[in-house]
């Protein structure tokens, strides 16, 4: 693939400029782009819909919070909060940037970069293109094919796009992507953002680009939401080299996080925590295999394997998207329609995983959904992966 050899110029900010997608471009439902798993829950549904690890904030991390509840008169002092990601990381200070969630993240990436030929590869968290249409940047489409597996192809990502964005484990594929795949994306004039919200979800975080300091441009984003249940506290990070978290910063407000959620992100990188989610991930494990080996009686149901994150990805039999969805929540339960990611379907939901009596009670609940449901055959009864779609 082509490369360019003239150095990257540092990121400033720049006002949001007229949309620039050409004349002929197909028309993008914005809607569906900030649709989230959230919208999915109500009282009395069982949530598969949001990713969020069960039964969390742990106890300990409640203490934490509280105690810095006592530290609100003063205004919030990030400098801790700094040190300990960084260190975390192996990083100095000056390479991180913490943020209120990725989405924060996502959103000063759009508002500062100007980039002229900006890449997404989809199917992925719809937030980044969401942001960079707001901010009046044309974004071109990389689809992933699930023939394939859903699996990247580096050469598949335009060899002229300045600004890529990739999900790693992508949700809602669940698919984690080879590191050194990511890294062939990298070249001088091109950041490459590489979502990793869910990289602690996997055991040892295997494939993660977050200790890389070699590769130019590469940009790492963080969240603190999924293992540790923070959602409501919006907290997560950025690792970039020094000018672009330089410039990032100076686009976001004064204080941008909350004592608690600065609390929360020391509380959460330190030793005894970071030995807590890697158990959590190896039990995730366990019970996501458990789910799986479960899916694979229901006829016709075809997970996205080989999965990673914290989720599956399901295709359901041709027609029967919409109305399976329709007979789980009357059932009690919430999944995620997936039909609002580009380049998926109305044929495709997602669902966390949980324990493994809430998954059995799910799969149950699935096939009573699917009545009439084609005897399963071989392929239909298969995974999707790189031999089967």
Request: hydrophobic share 45%.
């Given at each position: 693939m082509a490369t360019?050899?003239?150095?990257?110029?540092?990121?400033?900010?720049?006002?949001?400029?007229?949309?620039?997608?050409?004349?002929?471009?197909?028309?993008?439902?914005?809607t569906a782009l900030r649709h989230h798993g959230d919208a999915e829950v109500a009282p009395g549904l069982v949530d598969l819909a949001v990713n969020v690890r069960a039964g969390?904030?742990?106890?300990?991390?409640?203490?934490?919070l509280a105690g810095a509840m006592e530290n609100l008169a003063a205004y919030?002092?990030?400098a801790p909060a700094h040190r300990a990601v960084a260190a975390r990381h192996g990083r100095p200070p000056g390479e991180v940037l913490l943020t209120a969630g990725a989405a924060e993240a996502f959103v000063l990436l759009a508002r500062v970069l100007r980039p002229r030929h900006a890449a997404v590869v989809h199917p992925q968290f719809t937030e980044p293109e969401a942001a960079l249409r707001a901010a009046g940047h044309a974004v071109r489409r990389v689809l992933l094919r699930p023939e394939d597996g859903f699996r990247l192809d580096p050469a598949a990502v335009p060899a002229e796009a300045d600004l890529v964005v990739v999900?790693?484990?992508?949700?809602?594929?669940?698919?984690?992507?080879?590191?050194?795949?990511?890294?062939?994306?990298?070249?001088?004039?091109?950041?490459?953002?590489?979502?990793e919200a869910f990289v602690d979800t996997v055991p040892g975080e295997r494939e993660s680009l977050a200790g890389r300091r070699d590769l130019?441009?590469?940009?790492?984003?963080?969240?603190?939401?999924?293992?540790?249940?923070?959602?409501?506290?919006?907290?997560?990070?950025?690792?970039?080299?020094?000018?672009?978290v330089t410039a990032l910063r100076?686009?976001?407000?004064?204080?941008?996080?909350?004592?608690?959620?600065?609390?929360?992100?020391?509380?959460c990188v330190t030793p005894g925590a970071l030995a807590e989610a890697e158990r959590a991930a190896a039990a995730l494990t366990g019970d996501r295999e458990h789910l799986l080996a479960a899916l694979r009686a229901v006829p016709g149901v075809r997970p996205v394997t080989p999965a990673a994150g914290s989720f599956l990805l399901l295709r359901l039999p041709d027609g029967r998207g919409?109305?399976?969805?329709r007979a789980l929540r009357d059932a009690g339960w919430a999944v995620r329609r997936a039909d609002t990611f580009p380049g998926l379907g109305p044929d495709w939901i997602r669902v966390a995983v949980r324990d493994r009596a809430t998954s059995d009670a799910f799969v149950a609940a699935l096939a009573r959904a699917l009545p009439g449901a084609a005897a399963a055959t071989p392929a239909a009864a298969t995974p999707v992966s790189a031999a089967h779609c």
């Open positions: 360019e050899t003239q150095a990257p110029a540092a990121p400033a900010p720049a006002p949001p400029a007229a949309p620039r997608d050409a004349p002929t471009a197909p028309a993008v439902d914005e969390t904030p742990p106890p300990w991390l409640r203490r934490v919030p002092d990030a999900g790693n484990p992508t949700n809602p594929t669940s698919v984690l992507h080879p590191a050194a795949a990511l890294a062939e994306l990298a070249r001088p004039g091109r950041t490459l953002v590489v979502d130019p441009g590469l940009v790492v984003l963080r969240s603190l939401t999924k293992t540790w249940g923070l959602a409501g506290l919006r907290v997560g990070y950025l690792l970039a080299d020094e000018p672009t100076d686009a976001q407000p004064l204080w941008p996080l909350s004592t608690p959620a600065l609390a929360a992100a020391v509380a919409e109305s399976t969805r």
